[in-house]
């Protein structure tokens, strides 16, 4: 499953000019500020907008070629596409919604799929409804299942989270860790939001201003210490892949990662799931000898790879811990008192380790 | 009803109720058709096809008789070719009335339809062809079920309009009782003949009730577009 895209438009105040892959299953972020070209990224995949110039294939499967004037209908292009503003059809059930695609597809879904994306998503109980009698989060869910229900070969989800308060994204989210980690999809996620790319993506591809500026996995990206200059965006932070180890008899967990291992608390998964887990920039001190009465269960030795300080308040410190990359982020006045410079050894004190929910690739 | 109204009343106003009918449903087609050019499409002329289609509005219903008149009577071109070719004769015949109230009320049903488009998102338009549906599957399954509300007021209101055509129905197909005396022409033929008045008003207390009742429907047929429900 592979979706390759070349896309070049000039809108006369903004040009558009991206060129990236999309390789396994699973989800990439399509990162960026507000007017960074993403939305109109997929609306060319999805076959709404058509660009200037470009080709781009979806499983191998060229649907659009400028140059070979190849242009397939968006009905034609199976994209499942899942609107920011849902686009239900308030003119039909949320059942006649749910299999509106799924009734003009040629490879039908068969009935245990459909049992099977409706349990996923929690949709059984709204079937009967109207569009207009859901609150905001289920109207978002619909919208996914009416998307998988279409037997899409890719799904474009345009900032599904973005018209939602902070609780009905809360309601949503493991939602859209259950699809990425259940259906077999590649899913192109387009967000400004850096916490739901942290949370949900594997891959992520930076754009600013109608350009890629960065590609690669989650795990690499999110530690760059130039990713705010480069996104205009966030605190950066560092988010690690993980395998869940035996509970202690202090009550503690061991998480494992390349590199040592994670304490945390009251974990749901069994030993040997792996997990993700986000540590953020402000959740790390930094100090030069080991702190050996503190509160903090996680103290690791690392090393100092790159110090950013370009700002007036704060500076960025990236740190090496075995192979993974974590980010500090500590004062001026701390980074003159340390004296801290790349090579240097120092002990990283976490304050807080945030414990996503499954996730099976990557 | 028979016992309140006169053979001549009751048959005025079952005439007025067919040539309405006809003429607003045979137009219908034709008046989307027209609503989906102007509201979704955008073409040099449009402005001047707009206006076309407005200008029975503006222009006096006479006219417009004579017009028809001119170009379907049986020595008219387009008339005489249809008699000849199909049997077909609009002049002095009730298919005659429907069609000058069809083109008469023409421009009622396409603005109602036409602003219920407008109105309408087209994003759903486009979040049914990424699912699979195309041009007409959209059309019948998407355009117009949400454009619904707008499209009934627009029949009811021509509807409405319809049985009130009085001049260019007697321009054009007479005023021949049974088949093209309709209650305005019914009114009309009152008001000619000596102490006629009493009937002229009676068939004008029923005009009123048809008009009210249509208005009505349009008004309560109108209400869920503007909830947005």
């Given amino acids: 499953m592979s979706v390759d895209v070349f896309l070049a438009h000039d809108f006369g105040d903004f040009a558009l000019d991206v060129r990236f892959t999309v390789g396994q299953p699973g989800v990439t972020a399509l990162f960026g500020p507000s007017g960074s070209g993403k939305t109109t990224i997929i609306n060319a995949i999805a076959g709404t907008f058509r660009p200037q110039q470009g080709q781009i294939a979806v499983n191998g499967r060229t649907v659009f070629d400028s140059a070979k004037q190849v242009d397939m209908p968006a009905r034609l292009r ?58 905001g989060g289920e109207r978002g869910r619909v919208a996914l299942g009416r998307a998988l229900l279409s037997s899409p070969e890719i799904l474009l989800l345009d900032e599904p989270l973005a018209a939602l308060d902070a609780e009905r994204r809360a309601e949503i989210l493991p939602y859209l860790e259950r699809l990425r980690d259940e259906a077999r999809l590649p899913m192109l996620y387009v967000s400004h939001q850096l916490d739901e790319v942290a949370r949900l993506a594997h891959e992520i591809v930076v754009l600013r201003g109608g350009r890629v500026v960065r590609q690669g996995s ?52 069994p030993p040997g799931t792996k997990v993700r887990v986000r540590i953020r920039a402000e959740e790390i001190m930094l100090a030069l000898e080991e702190p050996r009465t503190i509160s903090a269960n996680n103290v690791l030795l690392v090393q100092v790879n790159e110090v950013r300080h370009d700002r007036a308040t704060h500076a960025d410190v990236q740190l090496l811990c075995g192979a993974t990359r974590l980010v500090a982020r500590i004062t001026r006045a701390s980074l003159q008192r340390l004296n801290l410079a790349p090579g240097k050894p120092v002990f990283a004190v976490i304050k807080s380790v945030t414990v996503d929910t499954q996730m099976s690739a990557g | 009803m028979d016992s309140i109204l006169t053979p001549a009343e009751s048959e005025a106003l079952l005439l007025s109720l067919r040539i309405s009918s006809v003429a607003v449903l045979c137009a219908l087609p034709f008046a989307v058709a027209a609503a989906l050019l102007l509201a979704r499409t955008q073409f040099i002329g449009k402005t001047l096809v707009d206006g076309l289609i407005h200008v029975p509005l503006v222009l ?22 249809l008699l000849v070719h199909f049997g077909i004769r609009f002049v002095f015949s009730w298919t005659g009335a429907a069609l000058a109230s069809a083109i008469i009320t023409f421009p009622f049903q396409v603005r109602a339809i036409r602003l219920a488009l407008e109105g309408s998102d087209l994003g759903l338009n486009q979040a049914a062809e990424t699912l699979g549906a195309g041009w007409w599957d959209r059309l019948v399954n998407i355009t117009l079920p949400l454009a619904f509300p707008g499209i009934v007021a627009g029949v009811v209101t021509a509807f409405a309009a319809s049985l009130g055509e009085f001049g260019a129905i007697i321009t054009f197909v007479s005023n021949i009782p049974g088949e093209t005396r309709t209650l305005p022409l019914a009114i009309y033929t009152a008001l000619q003949a000596p102490g006629g008045d009493v009937e002229a008003a009676r068939l004008s207390i029923i005009s009123i009730l048809l008009a009210l009742l249509f208005m009505s429907l349009a008004e309560i047929a109108a209400r869920p577009a503007r909830t947005g429900a």
């Avoid at chain 1, 349990?119 to 009967?128: N, S, T, V, Y």
């Avoid at chain 1, 990206?221 to 996104?231: F, K």
């Avoid at chain 1, 998480?255 to 291992?261: K, R, S, Y």
């Fill in chain 2, 60 to 81: 006096p219903p006479v006219a417009i008789g004579f017009l028809l008149l001119t170009v379907f009577g049986t020595r008219g071109g387009l008339g005489g070719w």
């Fill in chain 1, 218 to 269: 989650v795990f690499d990206v999110l530690t760059e210490l130039e990713l705010p200059t480069l996104a205009g965006a966030a605190p950066a932070g560092a988010v690690i892949p993980t395998v869940v180890g035996e509970r202690r008899a202090d009550g503690l967990t061991a998480l494992a990662f390349d590199g040592g291992t994670l304490l945390v608390q009251e974990i749901a998964q």
């Fill in chain 1, 78 to 135: 199976h994209t499942g596409y899942v609107f920011q503003d849902s686009r239900l059809f308030p003119h039909m059930s949320v059942e006649d919604n749910l299999l509106f695609g799924w009734r003009r597809t040629q490879k039908k879904a068969d009935s245990g799929e459909i049992a099977n994306v409706i349990a996923l998503l929690g949709l059984e109980h709204l079937r009967q409804r109207w569009p207009r009698n859901l609150s």
